[in-house]
């Protein structure tokens, strides 16, 4: 099979792209999409042409290296699946297809199809995290966590912070993501003692890099190569407003054990 | 950070607002759905109904003055919120079929159909609440008065038959409660999502409840012009108010708009 790209060009974050047409050589229907994009590459090279900048690294689904919004859609067509999981048998022979980078004011282009995503890092930073003891590790179910608990968080810490969240909703909105973060800690016991500060950082962190509110618009939930659900948001939603209605915490005494 | 700042600064925080004063304004529809269908019964339900507002001005101006509180503090941080979202994405997407993958269309139009239902307001008070001349396409409102508890109240009962009976009227109240039917389709259940209301065992509740609440907001309001237009309701009483009003000479239907057209 033949498909022809469509592909966003772009040199740096300072100059203008613009979208450039490529025919493909033959392709192999069960090559995956990135393979696609290097067998394209390869020509361009041999041409050469600049090839096409990409993100990838695990390519098999893991790792939220992977981007790109293929015919409008992050990840392509399909539904829990990220971009280095599809492949070329979900197009058909002499197909055009429109390959984008992650579109957001805090995605900044770096080159063609790579956007820099440290705005997902920064807010990690900023709350992302539990405080534990080091040394050898605790006897295994040494915390009783309930079931339903559990499984939650385990939904949650699907996120693999790849993006597609930001790039699919109208606003550009981390929702999802930061959303998945506060509520895989949020839910176990090993996250309550920064349960709220977390909450209120991580958001906070959220504004200051420009992402958008949540409409609720379900596209982000529709796109995420690991299906986080909306519920999360809720989740966050609530828990913000229980930090905010418990203000910061003041010692109420000079301090000092006695 | 304060509670305050939380709300007013935050993404979050102005979902609340959003969330909070749009269930206020939700409640406020359905009360004035519910005073409005006593247009159904006889011309003196509604208008005892007028009258009663009419005689409790602190309670009548309070609520006003709360309502615009809210609906500001609604319209303003929609409009802030909207730009924020916009802002976000500087450059766009190349137009494909495949925009809205998963996004309801009500969801993605929200600022648009609560523009148009803003509108609608702004031209629903001067319609029936300022009684503003010229813009009614019929008699002029402020001459229709009738008597109740021997005192002289405004016949709210004949504005509504005289207003609807006119098509343009009845039709552009008919759009806007579509749009607010669509707005709050959208809105209704998104905001138990900003509080934090929702699981996977609450949500298709929700969304149901949502349904329940719109239709039958929309079948109410839709019912008001509809009725009153096809002569269902009404209708004579219309015919005799306009009689009267030719043989008093103050006003006739074909001066009325001319007259509504030099006050402005
Ligand atoms: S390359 Fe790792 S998830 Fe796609």
Redesign the interface.
């Known amino acids: 099979m033949k498909v022809k790209l469509?592909v966003w060009r772009q040199k740096d974050r300072n100059s203008p792209g613009e979208?450039k047409t490529y025919e493909s050589p033959a392709l192999n229907e069960n090559m995956s999409f990135l393979e696609m994009l290097d067998v394209v590459n390869e020509e361009l090279a041999n041409k050469g042409e600049e090839p096409i900048a990409f993100d990838h690294d695990c390519r098999e689904g893991i790792c939220g290296t992977c981007s790109c919004?293929i015919?409008?859609?992050p990840h392509g067509p399909h539904r829990g699946v990220a971009t280095c999981q599809t492949y070329m048998r979900s197009f058909k022979d002499g197909d055009t297809i429109?390959v984008?980078p992650f579109?957001?004011?805090?995605f900044p282009i770096i080159k063609d199809l790579v956007v820099d995503r440290k705005a997902l890092d920064r807010i990690q930073f900023a709350g992302g995290f539990i405080s534990v003891r080091t040394g050898s590790a605790p006897d295994a179910n040494s915390i009783p966590v309930p079931k339903e608990n559990a499984d939650l968080a385990m939904d949650a810490a699907q996120c693999i912070q790849c993006g597609a969240c930001v790039a699919?909703c109208?606003?550009?909105?981390a929702m999802l993501f930061v959303a998945a973060k506060v509520s895989h800690l949020g839910l176990l016991p090993q996250g309550q003692p920064e349960r709220y500060k977390r909450v209120?950082a991580m958001?906070?962190q959220?504004?200051a890099e420009?992402?958008?509110?949540?409409?609720?618009?379900?596209?982000c939930?529709?796109?995420c190569p690991k299906e986080i659900?909306?519920?999360f948001?809720?989740?966050?939603?609530?828990?913000?407003?229980v930090a905010?209605?418990k203000?910061?915490p003041k010692p109420i005494s000079g301090g000092g054990a006695g | 950070m304060s509670i305050v700042t939380g709300i007013l600064k935050s993404s979050l925080g102005k979902k609340y607002i959003m969330a909070g004063t749009g269930a206020l304004l939700l409640l406020f529809v359905i009360g004035h759905l519910i005073g409005n269908l006593q247009v159904f019964g006889p011309p003196e339900l509604i208008n005892n109904y007028a009258h009663f507002l009419q005689s409790k001005p602190v309670l009548v101006w309070s609520a006003r003055l709360g309502l615009l509180v809210i609906l500001v503090a609604h319209v303003t941080t929609a409009v802030q919120l909207a730009a924020m979202n916009r802002a976000a994405r500087p450059v766009t997407y190349a137009p494909t079929e495949n925009v809205s993958y998963g996004a309801k269309w009500a969801s993605r139009y929200m600022l648009l159909s609560g523009l148009v239902v803003l509108a609608f307001i702004i031209y629903h008070l001067a319609h029936f609440t300022a009684l503003v001349p010229g813009i009614n396409g019929a008699e002029d409102f402020r001459k229709l008065r009738t008597v109740m508890h021997g005192q002289s109240v405004p016949d709210v009962y004949g504005m509504m038959i005289i207003g609807f009976q006119v098509w343009w009227v009845s039709l552009f109240y008919l759009i806007a409660q579509g749009l607010l039917f669509m707005h709050l389709q959208h809105g209704v259940s998104s905001a138990f999502q900003s509080f934090g209301f929702r699981n996977h065992v609450w949500w298709p509740r929700i969304e149901t409840l949502t349904k329940i609440v719109t239709i039958a907001i929309f079948i109410g309001y839709a019912l008001i012009p509809t009725a009153i237009y096809m002569r269902v309701v009404g209708a004579d009483y219309a015919d005799k108010v306009r009689a009267e009003l030719k043989q008093d000479g103050t006003v006739s239907p074909a001066e009325s708009p001319a007259a509504g057209k030099e006050t402005h």
């Open positions: 469509k979208f919004v015919n409008g859609k429109v984008e579109r957001a004011k805090a699919a109208k606003n550009a909105s209120k958001v906070a959220m504004d420009g992402f958008g509110a949540c409409t609720v618009t379900g596209s939930e529709a796109v659900s909306l519920d948001i809720a989740r966050m939603n609530r828990d913000y407003a905010l209605l203000g910061d």
